[in-house]
């Protein structure tokens, strides 16, 4: 039974029904199925802090095409959903939180404050769950998970376990990122940096030996304090006496020794540079070389410590006031110049970074690198587009040992224990009491968590079960694709390939999709202190989620930056008007319940199906290459021109003639172009495509889980492809024709001349096509043309004339073409009598003056043709 279609497109009304229908009707289920091949994407876990950005919209349309594309491909698809912890963004914005109510960590303790966090996590973590249903997602939502869940956590510490029996992970004492504010160590990727402009502080350090001083030059003062060496090039001539003797840190009076190391640059300032291993990772790796003490001259929260002198208890920026000016007064400050420099700051806090060195647990990475990096050379697994392999491999070959310890309580606890009698350090996945070296019950939990990349770096095969060999895992695992942004192929992509090497021996995912970033219409980064984002809902709430996610995916190239323009949601939303119109133009001309048969199909017919069989394949390649931007803009393309603009324009004639033999076909062609490309075009558009799918009477299902269309030999009509396109391209010709004459809807003859049979015979069959588009009264194909005047269009073998009479008024073109020639003949006396001024032409530089020859030549040209037109009217 058909139904009826609003007048007007409203997607605000038709989008939460379609999503309702389709969570009921259980089509987002990924099923075990043995019947049919299993495809399956994970999510990238949005971090419950989240809010829907553009850049989620992107990624979870690219992911929703190709789980919707598949399921109706007859997969058993399974988009798999969930929510990452965030470890660190969650803890700050919940200390925040409590600040704001006068509350602090310490005074709720651990247990108080991870009540008061999961609290947090129950009232908002679910947000974006509910904007990405807004946008369409359809994720099997019954699966949810989150990586603190339970079965996650068991995933985690199955594997740090298993590291650690394996000596991969262990306790050392490294230079890491820390945070002064947040009192944590951050990941490199939490690390923003930021161009600054700051100083450089040049100093003298006195030699031991009386000879002078040495000058190095520094942008943190302060970490002078901690300095153990200065360092020169081997292969500097100016210090190699130098080298091996000593120097005098100025106020601190510590002696320290003149090393070579070729990590100094020779050419940067004066070729010396103070070495403080305790903070600087540079200066954290000369120290290992040279067996340098470290000395650590800050405490945690960004003082100065002991280790300082005299400048203990103060605040880091006051020290290094404080010391300049007793440089100064000491008389060792050479100078001080402007220096533009990288600072590295806390994306979450804004707080300058303070490189440290602490005791930390670290994953061993040499030896999960390389298979990592071997099946990416086999080809098991792929980046699409290919060029993002380079980035995979670059950090793989220079990767260093992971830090996998937070000074956070928001995550998953470190299952370490230690005796505080015995000093035994014990890895455990169950709770400890008891020390199993001395029995002592003087056993105590380590207080840091874990790096929140290390859980999402388990996601692909914990969410589905593991480590159970869940049925899920066994038929799901590994998974298809992964869809994900290009900065997240260190953090993210990398660390789930060696997880899922290591523990599954399998690699996560086959293919790896990266898209670019939504960028605004300028081109920049959308960001909050730019204040230029643009948010996804509120474009989902003007123009519609279809609308959005056409506009997100057409005409991009693969793995581009994309500029988002309301524009271009708007033209989307107008697309999505089209479709609606078209439609329920042919479902007010359906009869209901009645069987449409294709057996007299015209040539018309043949071909918008033979054009609709090429976009189908057209299609469904670019799918499995995941050139998405390229489907979009052929889909809109035949819809919007080939089937709306000329094929319903086609056969109008035909359905509104009741005694038309081949009214039966248009309505049988009509349909069977119109079912397809709702399918076709509904992983990309997939609210408006239901809707209208479900007004016609296509059999009970809906789109979302219909069979994808393939392509069929037997609707390839080449010929009739070949004389449509030439009779649109006389049509085309002939409206730009009118257009210039000035009466663009002026109805005229026709008479095609051509001794050309198969035109002929095209013109002969398809008349009445061109008549109707072209707005010809009168058509005739003949062989010789009469002596009368025309206006004419040439095809391939053929010219089709239009009397000239019937386009234009004689007597006004005559009018216009007197004074056409009027203003020629001031044009040319104007340009000669410039040449022939002497003064002018051996005056005037050489590229004027032959700019006013040609001049002259073209208005002469122009006059002689607009006299011969003149002529032939009079
Ligand atoms: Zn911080
Ligand atoms: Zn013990």
């Known amino acids: ?155 985690v510490l199955e594997t740090f376990s298993k590291y650690y029996e394996k000596g991969l992970i262990y306790r050392g004492a490294k230079l890491i990122n820390w945070c002064p504010t947040c009192m944590t160590t951050i990941s490199e990727a939490e690390v923003e940096y930021e161009e600054k402009a700051g100083h450089m502080w040049h100093i003298k350090y006195p030699r031991v030996d009386g000879n002078g001083y040495v000058e190095i030059a520094t942008t943190r003062p302060e970490t002078m304090l901690g300095d153990t060496a200065i360092a020169v090039n081997p292969k500097d001539e100016r210090y190699t006496d130098l080298v091996g003797k000593n120097v005098i840190i100025p106020i601190v009076n510590r002696e320290i020794p003149v090393i070579a190391d070729n990590y100094v640059d020779m050419e940067f300032g004066t070729g010396c540079v103070k070495i403080t291993p305790a903070h600087d990772p540079n200066d954290f790796e000369v120290g290992l070389r040279h067996d340098l003490e470290q000395i650590n001259v800050l405490t945690d929260d960004g003082y100065i410590n002991k280790n300082g002198g005299k400048y203990e208890g103060q605040e880091r920026y006051e020290c290094r006031k404080n010391l300049v000016k007793d440089l100064e007064d000491l008389g060792v400050l050479v100078k001080i110049t402007d220096h533009v ?92 009491c008891t020390c199993d070296k001395c029995g002592s019950k003087n056993v105590r939990q380590d207080e840091d968590s874990l790096d929140t990349w290390f859980s999402s770096a388990l996601w692909p095969f914990s969410t589905l079960g593991w480590p159970k060999n869940t049925e899920e895992f066994k038929y799901f695992f590994p998974t298809n694709t992964l869809v994900t942004g290009y900065d997240i192929i260190f953090f993210w992509v990398i660390r789930m390939v060696f997880s899922s090497l290591e523990f599954t021996g399998k690699v996560p995912f086959k293919d790896v999709v990266i898209h670019g970033l939504v960028r605004d219409s300028q081109g920049r980064k959308m960001s909050k202190s730019l204040g230029n984002g643009i948010d996804p809902l509120e474009e989902i709430e003007k123009y519609g989620a279809d609308a959005l996610r056409f506009s997100l995916i057409k005409g991009n190239a693969p793995g581009s930056d994309i500029r988002y323009y309301h524009e271009r949601t708007e033209a989307a939303r107008n697309f999505a008007n089209k479709l609606w119109n078209a439609s329920r133009f042919i479902l007010m001309n359906v009869e209901d319940g009645k069987e449409y048969k294709g057996e007299n199909l015209t040539m018309a017919d043949k071909w918008i199906l033979s054009k609709l069989n090429a976009l189908t394949r057209n299609v469904s390649d670019h799918l499995e290459k995941y050139d998405f931007g390229i489907c979009a803009t052929n889909l809109e393309h035949f819809i919007w021109e080939e089937f709306c603009d000329w094929y319903i324009e086609m056969v109008k004639v035909r359905l509104y003639n009741e005694d038309d033999e081949t009214r039966e076909s248009a309505m049988y062609t ?78 005229t003859s026709a008479i095609l001349i051509t001794e050309d049979a198969e035109l002929k015979s095209t013109f002969e069959r398809a008349g009445k096509y061109f008549m109707l588009l072209s707005n010809t009264t009168d058509f005739k194909v003949v062989e010789k043309a009469e002596e009368r005047e025309y206006l004419s269009i040439a095809l391939g073998n053929g010219i089709i004339n239009i009397p000239l009479e019937e386009i234009i008024d004689r007597d006004k073109e005559i009018e216009r073409l007197k004074g056409e020639i009027k203003r020629l003949e001031g044009e040319i006396k104007r340009a000669s009598g410039k040449l022939n001024n002497e003064s002018f032409v051996s005056k005037a530089p050489e590229k004027v003056v032959n700019e006013e020859r040609e001049k002259l030549a073209k208005y002469e040209e122009m006059f002689k043709s607009v006299e011969a037109s003149l002529k032939k009217l009079q």
């Open 670 to 747: 009509l349909l069977k172009v119109l079912k397809d490309v709702l399918k076709l075009l509904h992983p990309f558009m997939p609210f408006i495509t239901e809707e209208i799918y479900s007004s016609f009477d296509f059999g009970d299902e809906m789109v979302i889980v219909s069979e994808w269309p393939k392509f069929d030999e037997g609707l390839v009509f080449a010929k009739e492809e070949n004389e449509i396109e030439e009779v649109k391209d006389a049509v085309k010709q002939i409206r730009n024709l009118k257009a210039e004459a000035g009466s663009p809807f002026k109805k």
């Open 1 to 155: 039974m058909k139904k009826e279609m609003e007048t007007r497109y409203s997607p605000k009304e038709i989008e939460n029904k379609i999503y309702s229908a389709w969570m009921e009707s259980g089509s987002f289920k990924g099923e075990v199925d043995s019947k049919k091949e299993p495809y399956c994407i994970v999510i990238p876990p949005p971090n419950i802090t989240g809010q829907l950005h553009m850049g989620h919209a992107l990624d979870n349309t690219l992911q929703d095409i190709l789980i919707r594309y598949k399921r109706m491909s007859g997969h058993s698809a399974l988009w798999q959903p969930g929510t990452d912890h965030a470890a660190i963004a969650t803890e700050v914005k919940i200390v925040k939180m409590l600040a704001e109510k006068g509350i602090s960590k310490d005074d709720l303790g651990r247990d108080g404050f991870m009540e008061k966090a999961w609290e947090w996590k129950e009232e908002y973590g679910g947000t974006i769950i509910g904007q990405l249903k807004k946008l369409g997602a359809s994720c099997d939502w019954d699966r949810e998970r989150f990586t603190l869940d339970e079965g996650l956590s068991d995933a």
């Open 341 to 432: 420099h990288n600072v590295g700051t806390h994306d979450r806090c804004h707080c300058t970074i303070e490189p440290m060195i602490k005791t930390q647990w670290f994953l061993k990475m040499s030896e999960l690198a390389k298979p990592a990096i071997d099946v990416l050379k086999s080809g098991e697994l792929r980046f699409h587009p290919d060029r993002f392999s380079k980035i995979y491999l670059h950090w793989l070959e220079n990767i260093r040992d992971w830090c996998i310890s937070r000074q956070l309580w928001w995550g998953h606890r470190i299952p370490a224990y230690y005796c505080d009698d015995c000093d035994n350090i014990m890895v455990s996945k169950e709770h400890l």
